[in-house]
């Protein structure tokens, strides 16, 4: 097992050290630079701004200060923002991201496996149909439709909720944001289950179970729904990038202020820094999360702990 | 050695008859598929949105672009409007079938491009193996650890937002399964016994490829390609909902839910009948794929 995930490491390390170098040059062979959104600099001044942020070194410098840079922690000023660094602008809005994100991710796993194993147990039940048909409608309308749609019945003519806004994280606030990030995921995570579920309960070593006399609920829970969620462990990588992804959408439409949102102005301002900060942040964590799954799932799997 | 007579009728003669008919896998797969009725419903859906996005803004009285100062927010029925109108008192209904032409149009030819990456990707990393195979999918898991939403943006930005930009940046980022699916079905048909026995039997290598391989890869290949486009429209419709994907006025599937959602207290039918259209069309791509592949793969069954 060991073994196992030094090799999955052995893959992340070098996995980031080229998504740090694609994201530098892209952003670099960007045409205009970021300081073409003020007003006309003068040429001198701006050769000063740029020689303060390093851009008139050859860029092979650049990529190298920047490497150490990040092996350092350190990654460098944000060119909008003045006096603030991109760790700075990452550790001020994280914090609305990461409560949305958690609660949805719990969210869509409680409710998903529930979801899929009751249905699983009613195989062409109404049940097992209707869950199914909204498992569908979940997957088919994107997060952009159901919110304007959730703000417009809930927000705007019920008026149980906001419509927007984040208020310090008060409840009510979250339950919009986290309800539309989490459908999707509730959607495919039922689907998994149930697919999962039906195989196992099938299995031979679930019949050998029920001939030994054991009550149902440890059937279930206990035989089939160990095996049934093996898919789902491998799922939850994908998962976690559905929701960072589906942050962009949510945090934009329910003005929350958090990394997503200040991804999509950094980008849409050039704010190289930040972008290029934010995406190796973005795809640390889902190398991370990917590594703690793969750490689970091997945990799970007797096949992958033994080998 | 007694010959085998035929007389008609026999129970013989009808199963040699069978026989020489014969069933290709492809007979079989269409039979299914027509069985499915989710799957026929959606085949029957689009190609009616297909021909509405083909030829219904020449019905359609008003341009996707033509202003009206009077019919500012019209509601639907009303001036003419069967649809309403927005705020700038363009026509919903033009609008919209503008937008799912270009919607569905982006989803083909960006599906077109990821399909020809993805084939030529995987299946020269499924057919070369080795160290070649290791550095072509390390290439693809690293860009699938990427947010790839992120590359999008990254290239939208990079090069301004033009239509062909949009194809080519979503097909070029769509691409990834495509290779890994291409790749592994590659790789485990190269040793099938099937293919070996074929070998044996004295088929050309060409006729190995066209009769054995090519129907193979061909089923997952067309089960994900229905699969890619829905996600393909997605994808657009998110950048565009976020301001980087079809500029105004053109219209998309995703421009239209954007401007809808701004002016949904005052007018409601902007939002509702683009997100209407969307959730069918989506539908109706995820039924034909789910059909196709409960039809083409039947592993599954």
Same mark, same amino acid.
Request: charged share 15%; proline share 6%.
């Given at each position: 097992?060991?073994?196992?995930?030094?090799?999955?490491?052995?893959?992340?390390?070098?996995?980031?050290?080229?998504?740090?170098?694609?994201?530098?040059?892209?952003?670099?062979?960007?045409?205009?630079?970021?300081?073409?959104?003020?007003?006309?600099?003068?040429?001198?001044?701006?050769?000063?701004?740029?020689?303060?942020?390093?851009?008139?070194?050859?860029?092979?410098?650049?990529?190298?200060?920047?490497?150490?840079?990040?092996?350092?922690?350190?990654?460098?000023?944000?060119?909008?923002?003045?006096?603030?660094?991109?760790?700075? +602008?990452?550790?001020?809005?994280?914090?609305? !991201?990461?409560?949305? /994100?958690?609660?949805?991710?719990?969210?869509?796993?409680?409710?998903? +496996?529930?979801?899929?194993?009751?249905?699983?147990?009613?195989?062409?039940?109404?049940?097992?149909?209707?869950?199914?048909?909204?498992?569908?409608?979940?997957?088919?309308? $994107? !997060?952009?439709?159901?919110?304007?749609?959730?703000?417009?019945?809930? /927000?705007?003519?019920?008026?149980?909720?906001?419509?927007?806004?984040?208020?310090?994280?008060?409840?009510?606030?979250?339950?919009?944001?986290?309800?539309?990030?989490?459908?999707?995921?509730?959607?495919?995570?039922?689907?998994?289950?149930?697919?999962?579920?039906?195989?196992?309960?099938?299995?031979?070593?679930?019949?050998?179970?029920?001939?030994?006399?054991?009550?149902?609920?440890?059937?279930?829970?206990?035989?089939? %729904?160990?095996?049934?969620?093996?898919?789902?462990?491998?799922?939850?990588?994908?998962?976690?990038?559905?929701?960072?992804?589906?942050?962009? +959408?949510?945090?934009?439409?329910?003005?929350?202020?958090?990394?997503?949102?200040?991804?999509?102005?950094?980008?849409?301002?050039?704010?190289?820094?930040?972008?290029?900060?934010?995406?190796?942040?973005?795809?640390?964590? +889902?190398?991370? %999360?990917?590594?703690?799954?793969?750490?689970?799932?091997?945990?799970?799997?007797?096949?992958?702990?033994? *080998? | 050695? !007694?010959?085998?007579?035929?007389?008609?009728?026999?129970?013989?003669?009808?199963?040699?008859?069978?026989?020489?008919?014969?069933?290709?896998?492809?007979?079989?797969? #269409?039979?299914?598929?027509?069985?499915?009725?989710?799957?026929?419903?959606?085949?029957?859906?689009? *190609?009616?949105?297909?021909?509405?996005?083909?030829?219904?803004?020449?019905?359609?009285?008003?341009?996707?672009?033509?202003?009206?100062?009077?019919?500012?927010?019209?509601?639907?029925?009303?001036?003419?409007?069967?649809?309403?109108?927005?705020?700038?008192?363009?026509?919903?209904?033009? #609008?919209?079938?503008?937008?799912?032409?270009?919607?569905?149009?982006?989803?083909?030819?960006?599906?077109?491009?990821?399909?020809?990456?993805?084939?030529?990707?995987?299946?020269?990393?499924?057919?070369?193996?080795?160290?070649?195979?290791?550095?072509?999918?390390?290439?693809?898991?690293?860009?699938?650890?990427?947010?790839?939403?992120?590359?999008?943006?990254?290239?939208?930005?990079?090069?301004?937002?033009?239509?062909?930009?949009?194809?080519?940046?979503?097909?070029?980022?769509?691409?990834?399964?495509?290779?890994?699916?291409?790749?592994?079905?590659?790789?485990?048909?190269?040793?099938?016994?099937?293919?070996?026995?074929?070998?044996? *039997?004295? %088929?050309?290598?060409?006729?190995?490829?066209?009769?054995?391989?090519?129907?193979?890869?061909?089923?997952?290949?067309?089960?994900?390609?229905?699969?890619?486009?829905?996600?393909?429209?997605?994808?657009?419709?998110?950048?565009?909902?976020?301001?980087?994907?079809?500029?105004?006025?053109?219209?998309?599937?995703?421009?239209?839910?954007?401007?809808?959602?701004?002016?949904?207290?005052?007018?409601?039918?902007?939002?509702?009948? $683009?997100?209407?259209?969307?959730?069918?069309?989506?539908?109706?791509?995820?039924?034909?794929?789910?059909? %196709?592949?409960?039809?083409?793969?039947?592993?599954? #069954?």
């Amino acid at each position: 097992m060991l073994r196992y995930l030094l090799r999955r490491l052995a893959v992340a390390i070098p996995t980031l050290f080229i998504v740090v170098t694609a994201a530098f040059f892209m952003m670099r062979a960007a045409p205009g630079s970021p300081f073409d959104l003020d007003r006309k600099l003068p040429p001198e001044i701006k050769k000063n701004v740029e020689a303060k942020f390093g851009f008139n070194k050859p860029l092979l410098v650049q990529y190298g200060d920047y490497i150490v840079g990040v092996l350092h922690g350190d990654f460098g000023p944000s060119l909008k923002y003045r006096d603030k660094t991109v760790v700075q +602008i990452i550790q001020e809005n994280y914090r609305p !991201s990461m409560v949305i /994100g958690l609660s949805a991710f719990v969210l869509s796993i409680v409710v998903g +496996i529930n979801l899929g194993v009751i249905a699983a147990m009613r195989q062409n039940g109404a049940y097992d149909y209707a869950t199914m048909a909204v498992a569908i409608v979940g997957v088919c309308i $994107p !997060s952009f439709v159901t919110a304007p749609l959730m703000q417009l019945a809930f /927000g705007a003519k019920l008026g149980w909720l906001p419509i927007a806004g984040w208020d310090g994280g008060a409840p009510p606030n979250l339950v919009l944001p986290v309800l539309v990030l989490a459908l999707p995921q509730i959607a495919i995570i039922s689907r998994l289950t149930r697919a999962g579920m039906i195989e196992a309960l099938r299995s031979n070593y679930v019949r050998t179970a029920r001939a030994k006399g054991l009550p149902e609920p440890v059937i279930v829970l206990k035989h089939a %729904l160990r095996a049934a969620v093996l898919p789902l462990v491998s799922y939850l990588g994908p998962a976690c990038a559905g929701l960072l992804t589906g942050s962009l +959408i949510v945090e934009r439409i329910f003005n929350l202020p958090g990394l997503g949102k200040f991804f999509v102005t950094s980008a849409l301002q050039r704010d190289y820094t930040v972008v290029m900060g934010m995406v190796i942040f973005y795809a640390a964590l +889902i190398l991370a %999360l990917n590594f703690l799954a793969d750490l689970l799932y091997a945990a799970l799997d007797p096949r992958v702990r033994l *080998a | 050695m !007694s010959q085998i007579t035929l007389t008609p009728g026999s129970r013989t003669t009808e199963l040699m008859g069978r026989a020489v008919k014969g069933r290709s896998l492809w007979d079989d797969a #269409r039979r299914r598929l027509l069985r499915n009725r989710a799957a026929v419903i959606g085949m029957a859906v689009l *190609a009616l949105l297909v021909l509405a996005a083909a030829i219904g803004p020449f019905l359609v009285p008003f341009a996707y672009d033509e202003i009206n100062k009077n019919d500012v927010w019209a509601p639907p029925l009303a001036a003419g409007h069967l649809l309403g109108a927005d705020a700038l008192g363009r026509d919903l209904l033009a #609008r919209l079938l503008w937008g799912l032409r270009v919607s569905l149009g982006i989803g083909a030819v960006a599906t077109a491009v990821s399909l020809i990456i993805g084939v030529a990707w995987g299946a020269a990393a499924g057919y070369l193996g080795g160290v070649v195979d290791e550095a072509m999918m390390r290439i693809v898991d690293v860009l699938y650890s990427l947010p790839y939403i992120f590359f999008v943006i990254l290239l939208m930005v990079t090069f301004g937002s033009n239509i062909v930009l949009i194809f080519l940046a979503i097909g070029a980022v769509e691409w990834l399964t495509m290779a890994r699916i291409v790749r592994g079905q590659t790789l485990s048909l190269k040793q099938k016994e099937f293919i070996e026995a074929a070998r044996a *039997a004295g %088929l050309t290598r060409v006729a190995i490829i066209a009769r054995h391989i090519v129907p193979n890869l061909l089923g997952p290949v067309v089960v994900y390609v229905t699969l890619t486009i829905p996600g393909i429209i997605l994808a657009e419709s998110f950048l565009s909902f976020l301001g980087l994907g079809v500029q105004p006025p053109m219209a998309s599937l995703g421009t239209l839910i954007a401007d809808g959602a701004q002016d949904m207290e005052l007018a409601p039918w902007l939002l509702i009948f $683009p997100s209407i259209a969307m959730a069918v069309t989506l539908m109706c791509f995820n039924f034909i794929g789910d059909g %196709l592949r409960d039809a083409i793969d039947p592993k599954d #069954r």
